[in-house]
């Protein structure tokens, strides 16, 4: 079998039944052999009902409790047969022959253990679908936006644009986790997601993994999905961003030396700091400001916890 796609939900019901539909037209369309796992998370919102009926050729792992991504992904992906994995997010729409595009690269490029795709927004527009490992640049600059073209830059991690424009190949520091496809050899000796991240930088850390085992990682932008981004995330915004700062930590704790772990804290609480100021400024019911305020007190609560 040349391809097993594994996609995690979480009550995202209509968007997964769009995300199948174009799937399968894709894969169907492109003549590679292929099998399609859905691993649904606990949702409450009758996704692995909508799955059973409108496609039940799909292998449906039906949770009794959140696993996480991660956690739900290697389900997926250590049940699968196919010689290359794709870890495909629901809030995705399959463009032309996009996975196929990724497997011929794959195929020609025997170093390369894992690839993404181009994305871009529901409206065609450019989004930033591969990144460089985290600085502390970056981390200064989720917390004190400055100028756009610096958040744009290399600095910020960010490709040029007109490296997606070219439709060339290149290598980056990882995918976005959107739709990540995996050498069937490189998940053998590399692994699957460290299910310690429960949500958030699982793809950082298995793109690193597979940077230090000497895999290649890259990004093929002739290859392209719509990604509608965020969409399962939003629904509890302020326990996201706590699960953003507890992956991260974690991420820098078991990659990075003891210096970045000693100033990134500072860092951190610097900026939480500054988003207090703008959300006592931005005129926040009393509920949503309390809410706001004390998920920053987690994250502080988090910085304690690794010292």
Not at 216 to 235: D, W
């Amino acid at each position: 079998m040349d391809l097993s796609v594994v996609v995690v939900s979480w009550n995202v019901r209509e968007l997964l039944a769009g995300c199948l539909a174009s799937l399968y037209a894709s894969l169907e369309s492109g003549g590679s052999s292929f099998e399609v796992v859905v691993v649904d998370n606990a949702s409450a919102d009758g996704s692995a009902a909508m799955v059973r009926e409108r496609f039940p050729q799909v292998h449906l792992l039906a949770n009794a409790e959140n696993r996480g991504y991660a956690g739900g992904s290697n389900q997926g992906l250590f049940l699968s047969l196919g010689r290359h994995v794709a870890v495909l997010n629901p809030d995705t729409v399959v463009r032309g022959n996009a996975l196929g595009t990724m497997l011929r690269f794959m195929d020609e490029t025997p170093t390369a253990g894992m690839v993404g795709p181009r994305l871009v927004y529901r409206d065609g527009q450019f989004q930033h679908s591969a990144f460089a490992f985290p600085t502390l640049a970056q981390v200064l600059f989720d917390f004190f936006p400055l100028h756009g073209r610096l958040l744009e830059s290399r600095l910020n991690g960010r490709y040029p644009r007109s490296w997606y424009e070219a439709g060339r190949p290149f290598p980056v520091g990882h995918p976005l986790g959107a739709c990540m496809v995996v050498r069937r050899e490189a998940l053998q000796k590399v692994g699957g997601m460290d299910e310690g991240f429960f949500m958030y930088c699982e793809e950082l850390d298995w793109a690193m993994r597979m940077h230090r085992a000497g895999w290649g990682v890259y990004c093929v932008p002739a290859a392209e999905l719509v990604h509608y981004a965020g969409q399962s995330t939003r629904q509890v915004r302020g326990e996201m961003f706590l699960a953003l700062w507890r992956s991260r930590f974690r991420f820098f704790a078991k990659h990075y030396g003891p210096l970045f772990n000693r100033v990134v804290p500072w860092v951190v609480r610097l900026g939480l700091r500054a988003e207090e100021r703008r959300a006592r400024a931005a005129g926040l019911s009393t509920q949503d400001l309390a809410a706001r305020l004390d998920t920053y007190r987690h994250v502080r609560e988090l910085i304690h916890e690794q010292r």
